[in-house]
């Protein structure tokens, strides 16, 4: 019988047993997809993450990233927690700079030591389909009055892509409750499966915005935070400047209503229709053990 190494992290936490939770799988490329898919099953994590080799690839580390229902081309927390493990395991010091090669391209994480916030720089965004207030609301269970139509309702990817929904309270947001009929009608049409719900209204005055995410289709009802989407919100952000203007550097919190407090940070800017994307926060090992194959 083999087996092989793995961690667990919390990502984007606020200590211990807050963030995110991802289980990290090292030297990993002799594991067969399918085999991948049944540990992404059985851990039950909205991610794993499965790091193939220790030797770089094309300046990068190939990762293979499994929700518990299918791979997926990029992710957000899966992204920091897995370059976590990449500095402290097997680069074994501190760096400033690392390069995760996943299917949706290289994606690089860079190190604030004294801050101890790892930082992802998201691919270009794209802009994709509007979608109708009227069939969102139903999805979400929500009055329409609930929604802020000053802003659009559009799926957005930086690499996985999902559907961003201004809301115009906090109210709004812990009034969420997905019709789970109508959310598969809804992404019957869509390039995106999630859904982010966001509102300028915070549990904590230290924070500028509160987000929730949806992602059934992949087997995560709701998750305690997602870097992927909040790539594309800070993307959203500058094109419509919701914050009148361009530019912003903001605390994102997440996962209060599942009881995971998470906390992200996001940077963007719009520059002559061309805009750069970084989420960040801390990662916290909590475990590492043997799985056996």
């Not at 518990?68 to 400033?96: C, D, K, M, R, S």
């Not at 790539?231 to 530019?247: H, M, P, Q, T």
């Not at 209060?256 to 960040?280: C, H, M, Q, T, W």
Request: net charge negative; charged share 25%; with cysteine.
């Amino acid at each position: 019988m083999g087996k092989i190494d793995y961690s667990i992290v919390d990502v984007f936490s606020q200590g211990k047993y807050t963030g995110n939770q991802l289980a990290v799988f090292k030297n990993a490329e002799n594991i067969s997809s399918r085999e991948m898919q049944q540990i992404a099953k059985e851990i039950n994590y909205s991610e794993t993450t499965f790091i193939l080799s220790d030797t770089k690839k094309d300046n990068g580390y190939d990762v293979r990233i499994f929700t518990p229902n299918e791979e997926v081309p990029f992710a957000g927390h899966p992204t920091l927690g897995t370059a976590y493990i990449i500095q402290n395991e097997i680069v074994g010091e501190p760096i400033e700079k690392l390069v995760l090669n996943f299917k949706a391209g290289q994606i690089p994480v860079s190190f604030d030591q004294q801050e101890e916030i790892l930082w992802m720089e998201q691919n270009q965004p794209t802009f994709g389909r509007i979608l109708n207030s009227n069939q969102v609301s139903e999805v979400l269970s929500l009055d329409k009055e609930y929604i802020d139509d000053r802003f659009p309702i559009q799926e957005v990817s930086t690499g996985l892509p999902v559907i961003i929904v201004p809301l115009k309270s906090l109210e709004a947001v812990k009034n969420v409750r997905i019709n789970k009929e109508k959310y598969f009608e809804l992404i019957e049409h869509t390039d995106a499966k999630a859904i982010m719900v966001f509102s300028p209204e915070t549990y904590s005055d230290n924070n500028h915005l509160n987000v929730r995410d949806f992602a059934d289709y992949f087997g995560i009802p709701e998750d305690a935070a997602t870097g992927s989407a909040n790539g594309c919100l800070a993307s959203y952000l500058v094109k419509y400047r919701y914050f009148d203007k361009g530019e912003i550097n903001i605390r994102v919190e997440q996962g209060y209503e599942i009881s995971r407090p998470s906390l992200l940070f996001l940077r963007a800017n719009d520059e002559n229709d061309k805009i750069r994307v970084s989420v960040g926060g801390k990662v916290e090992k909590i475990a590492q053990g043997e799985w056996f194959l």
